[in-house]
């Protein structure tokens, strides 16, 4: 059985390019429907709003919530739908949770443990990133055939910004200093640049074909962007971007079904779905250096101590993002079906 991660990868390959709507006529659609409130979903007991956590999730919509320093899952909270999407607030407070195919996005207050409001668009979504000064949240989608990015104001809990991009676009990052994001458009082969300040297209890079995820460097210099290969068994790739030009610096080689990856100062880490297992790079030297052989669906790197938090199905696996060791190892609740993204607090 094929878990959700590679069937959103994989359902991007074929999908056909979509006829472009004008993005004024989308903005204001979207606008005009708004968000919805809901009720907050029944949930499972709070947790300490002092701790570090990790939150992993999948196909279930259930968001597991988890005590880093405990090592053990001390909430679970059900956000109604499939997850395709985490971003957490840079103050630990807030998880926004991407129900993707029914167009919503879950509000989770951490100390609480529980749904406390609800986005709701007319668009399919797919992944999300809070801007470090956590007064926007970016969301990727598609609505009306084009793909957007969408930016909701935290404060205000209100559509802000629609920006469009290019066809079916999937991963999305922002740069140290907030002043960009960069999208993948999986079916358009580019990678749009976004000034979230005033919500404009600044730059369109073309780069090879099919790319996924994408990640930012911590000085904010690099940007790294994952593609599967069209044939099946053969290798993906990365191409590294140098954000003071946007220009494409390099292409690495790594797995089979390259999707999810996370940078730390001097490690690149990307999850290869076909043959399970994950490729590190050094970041200077920009070659392989270790292959961790174990399945991984998600990845996300800890600003407070480097340590890079893998979603491998039924556990949590916590590596060393300077040596690639395992340092721990956190089994999640459940087994119907394993947690396929991962973001951490911290």
Not at 159 to 184: C, E, M, R, W
Not at 240 to 247: E, M
């Amino acid at each position: 059985m094929r878990l959700v991660t590679t069937t959103r990868c994989q359902r991007r390959f074929g999908a056909r390019r979509l006829r472009a709507l004008v993005a004024v006529g989308i903005a204001c659609a979207l606008l005009a429907a708004g968000l919805e409130a809901e009720l907050p979903v029944e949930i499972q007991p709070a947790v300490n709003a002092a701790a570090v956590h990790a939150f992993v999730a999948g196909d279930t919509g259930e968001l597991q919530i988890l005590d880093i320093a405990a090592g053990d899952v001390t909430a679970v909270v059900d956000t109604g739908g499939k997850v395709t999407g985490l971003a957490a607030s840079p103050d630990g407070r807030t998880v926004y949770v991407v129900n993707g195919w029914t167009g919503s996005v879950a509000v989770v207050d951490v100390a609480q443990a529980k749904v406390v409001k609800r986005f709701q668009v007319k668009a399919e979504l797919d992944s999300a990133v809070v801007r470090p000064d956590g007064k926007r949240l970016y969301v990727t989608g598609t609505a009306g055939g084009q793909g957007v990015v969408l930016g909701f104001d935290t404060a205000t809990d209100t559509l802000a910004a629609v920006v469009q991009v290019g066809s079916v676009p999937t991963g999305i990052a922002v740069t140290p200093d907030g002043n960009h994001l960069y999208v993948t458009n999986n079916q358009s082969a580019t990678v749009t640049v976004i000034d979230p300040r005033i919500a404009t297209v600044t730059r369109t890079v073309p780069v090879d074909l099919l790319p996924q995820y994408v990640a930012i460097s911590p000085d904010g210099a690099t940007t790294y962007v994952t593609h599967t290969s069209q044939l099946s068994n053969t290798d993906g790739s990365v191409t590294v971007l140098d954000n003071k030009t946007d220009k494409v610096v390099a292409r690495i080689p790594v797995g089979v079904g390259a999707c999810a990856l996370a940078v730390t100062a001097d490690r690149l880490y990307v999850a290869n779905l076909q043959d399970r297992t994950v490729s590190v790079v050094d970041t200077v030297t920009r070659r392989l250096v270790q292959t961790l052989v174990f399945p991984v669906y998600g990845i996300a790197v800890s600003n407070r101590d480097h340590s890079v938090y893998l979603a491998t199905g039924h556990t949590t696996a916590v590596v060393d993002g300077g040596t690639g060791q395992l340092t721990s190892t956190i089994r999640i609740t459940g087994e119907k079906q394993p947690a396929t993204v991962v973001a951490v607090t911290g």
